[in-house]
């Protein structure tokens, strides 16, 4: 999607297991960018890594964008579950630029807009269509919320610092799998 609103996209995945080659084709074939602008594009690059990293996978993108930082304007952090639309760029874009005015430029790098997940509890095999629509009356958010109430004592907070607390919300639990920041930012917090 980001490609075909006009960005240039590269993707690199970072895997412990060697992909097969149908499957290779298969990607080939489904994930290309019909943005015909010349400033659209769109890459894969699949790295294969030691299965012995297990969990550690995730450390791999920091060594990426830092290798990378003068070649990109934004960098994109994400597991494979999570779709990252020009919706969600954009909001980014648009909510760290915000505050930047609200804190002033030489306090922005101190802050990073983060998005917030969450995910309804339907059953793996529910499809909903207008003949199971109803089903969902029963099914409840799940994950972190925006409110003061939520399902996870603690999980959100007001933002600690006063020219913030009363426009964004503050996770207390900073694991994320997914975050974008600018190069900007990650040269500050270089």
């Keep these: 999607d980001l490609c075909a609103a006009g960005a240039h996209v ?23 960018c019909n943005n015909p602008s010349p400033r659209a594009g769109f890459t894969l690059t699949i790295v294969l890594k030691s299965p012995k990293v297990y969990l550690h996978l995730v450390d791999y993108h920091r060594t990426l964008f830092y290798d990378k930082i003068d070649e990109y304007d934004l960098f994109i952090y994400t597991e494979d579950d999570i779709r990252v639309t020009p919706k969600t760029v954009s909001a980014y874009l648009h909510e760290t630029e915000r ?33 199971t629509r109803k089903i969902t009356k029963n099914v409840t958010r799940v994950y972190w919320e925006h409110s003061w109430d939520p399902p996870i004592p ?23 799998g997914m975050f974008l920041a600018t190069r900007e930012l990650l040269k500050a917090w270089k």
């Design 154 to 176: 603690k999980s959100v907070d007001a933002v600690p610092q006063e020219l913030l607390s009363d426009k964004y919300v503050h996770m207390k639990n900073h694991h994320q």
């Design 99 to 131: 505050v930047k005015s609200i804190v002033g430029a030489e306090h922005a790098s101190d802050y990073n807009v983060g998005i917030a997940r969450y995910e309804y509890n339907y059953p793996p095999d529910l499809i909903v269509t207008d003949k």
């Design 10 to 32: 590269d993707v690199w995945m970072h895997v412990t297991h060697p992909y097969p080659v149908t499957l290779i084709d298969l990607l080939n074939s489904r994930i290309r």
